[in-house]
């Protein structure tokens, strides 16, 4: 189970540790344009393989590691098949893939799990020090036409350039609701769901692949912008 934690800074946390947290949007099913964002360290220091960090959207209660989906659509900020090497200097470091892969985005209906869209990812990072580092993550999220199966999906990440600096929950919000994020890299994705076109998604959720070491998620936070 997800649980809270105190970390010395005095910042309140959620800790993950190959589990998912889901938080229901105030607005329901109400929207047309919505920006995820977590601002997040990993805790530990380590080169990483096959680690499928993923965020996004879901029906109730029931997300992407879910035997019970109804229906959950994500983005994955690193594949299965990424190596991500350490780098940075104590206290600022991070992790960070420096090859491009193909980042892919997924839908779950029921049990089932199908590849909506991919494009290639160069040189996304996160911070290893949850006490002195945190970054950021967002995804803006157009979902088109009720009934039909395409829709847009940009995501918003740090490369190894901007995540030295420790982003305060202040530059966080700001990003959440600024055109473009500063001091971050973006990529856009066309998707085409594979299957179920009600788009009737009304929570955001992410998930992180590993029991060591955990992810530590200081802001959940969505914004809708239509």
Known sequence: ????????????????????IIRPFTFGTNWSNIRLGIRMACNGVAALTNVDFRMGICTGNAASYSLSTVDAFWYTLWTTSAILSLAGTPPNIYMNQNTSLGTIAQ???????????????NNSACSLNPTALRSGWLIDISKGTVGAAG????????????VVTDASRGDFLAAMEAPTPSNFNSLNVNVTLPTRFAKDWDS??????????TLCVYDMTVVRFV
């Open 107 to 121: 839908q779950r209906v029921g049990s089932t799990s199908s590849s909506a869209g991919s494009a290639g990812l």
């Open 204 to 213: 955001m959720f992410f998930a992180w692949p590993r029991s060591t070491p």
């Open 151 to 162: 829709m847009n999906l940009t995501s918003w990440f740090k490369v190894a350039a901007s």
């Open 1 to 20: 189970m997800a649980f809270i934690v105190q970390q010395f800074t005095g910042d309140n946390g959620v800790q993950l540790g190959n589990e998912e």
